[in-house]
């Protein structure tokens, strides 16, 4: 994950690395470097043309949440790669 250093915009890489057991990404990933007291809206960046994105882009999160509950990014033998960005919103 990259945050830029005004902490309003980031990006999130993840991938399935060990996929025994056909096991995905089963807990959120606890995001670092965020500002607590900012909104982020979520948006998946790396989708196949056709395909349909797991996140939803009209959620939004504080900061404080994605830094304390975290964020699962869903990743599994289906989707093995996801691209997310971050973005504050006013």
Known sequence: MYVDSAKASAVMFNYLV?????QGSKSPIRLKGLDPAKRYRIT????YPGKSSGVSS???YSGDFLMKAGF????NTDHTS????LQ???
Do not use: M
């Not at 060990?18 to 056909?22: A, G, T």
């Not at 996801?82 to 960005?85: G, L």
């Open 18 to 22: 060990n996929y025994r057991y056909d």
């Open 44 to 47: 998946e960046v790396n989708l």
């Open 58 to 60: 009209q959620s939004v």
């Open 72 to 75: 699962n990014p869903g990743v």
């Open 82 to 85: 996801v691209v997310i960005t």
């Open 88 to 90: 504050a919103v006013q």
